[in-house]
Structure formats: C-alpha cells, structure tokens
C-alpha cells in the first residue's frame, strides 16, 4: 500500500491475465439402473471426456459422447463407486464432476414356473 495526493493506493507486481477457459466442468445429467448395467449421461462442451470409475469397479477410459455405460454388472447387487469426468479440450482440462455411485441393479426376471 502506498499514499498519493488521491489517498491510499494499491501497487501491483507480476500481474498475469488469463483467458477464461474454454473447457467447462461436465454437469450431470441423468443416472439409469438397469438388471446388469448403468448408465451416465452429463452435458458439457468437449471434444472428449476422460471417465474414471474406482470403488466396486475399475475403469479408466476416454469417450467422444457426454455418456458412459457401465455393463456386466450383476442382477440384484449393491455397487459403491465413485464416477469422475473430466472434459478434454486439446490442451485444456476441465475441473471434474464427481459423483459417488450408490446403486442396487434390478432382479433378474423370474424364470415361468
């Protein structure tokens, strides 16, 4: 801080100006439980989106479409996992969504008697 004949005044060093990002955190969208699979979709504005799922299930992928599917899950089964989706545009990087998954898959049909 310093004084000026105009009062107190503030001095500043090493300022850097940055364009806002282009990249913006996914936002969720819908979650669909079915017998052996679920899906996520989220909106967002990247070419690409990295998807991580880690609790019950591993996966690490890449997709092209604000939605993911998780399939071979087993019928009438309790997951607990954590999605996280981060948007990729070229360089840039998005700040990640995540969600904490706590789901039961549908029953299997029941075989006729």
Same mark, same amino acid.
């Given at each position: 801080?310093?004084?000026?004949?105009?009062?107190?005044?503030?001095?500043?060093?090493?300022?850097? %100006?940055?364009?806002?990002?282009?990249?913006?955190?996914?936002?969720? @969208? $819908?979650?669909?439980?079915?017998?052996?699979?679920?899906?996520?979709?989220? $909106?967002?504005?990247?070419?690409?989106?990295?998807?991580?799922?880690?609790? @019950?299930? $591993?996966?690490? @992928?890449?997709?092209?479409?604000?939605?993911?599917?998780?399939?071979?899950?087993?019928?009438?089964?309790?997951?607990?996992?954590? %999605?996280? %989706?981060?948007?990729?545009?070229?360089?840039?990087?998005?700040?990640?969504?995540?969600?904490?998954?706590?789901?039961? $898959?549908?029953?299997?049909?029941?075989?006729?008697?």
């Amino acid at each position: 801080m310093g004084e000026s004949w105009y009062g107190s005044s503030t001095y500043f060093d090493d300022v850097e %100006i940055r364009k806002k990002p282009d990249c913006h955190q996914p936002v969720q @969208d $819908t979650v669909t439980i079915g017998m052996d699979s679920i899906a996520i979709s989220w $909106t967002g504005n990247s070419e690409r989106y990295a998807v991580a799922v880690k609790g @019950d299930t $591993t996966i690490v @992928d890449t997709v092209s479409v604000a939605k993911f599917v998780i399939n071979d899950l087993t019928p009438a089964t309790k997951y607990k996992d954590t %999605i996280t %989706i981060t948007g990729v545009c070229g360089e840039e990087v998005s700040e990640a969504l995540k969600l904490p998954l706590n789901f039961v $898959t549908e029953c299997a049909p029941v075989a006729a008697l």
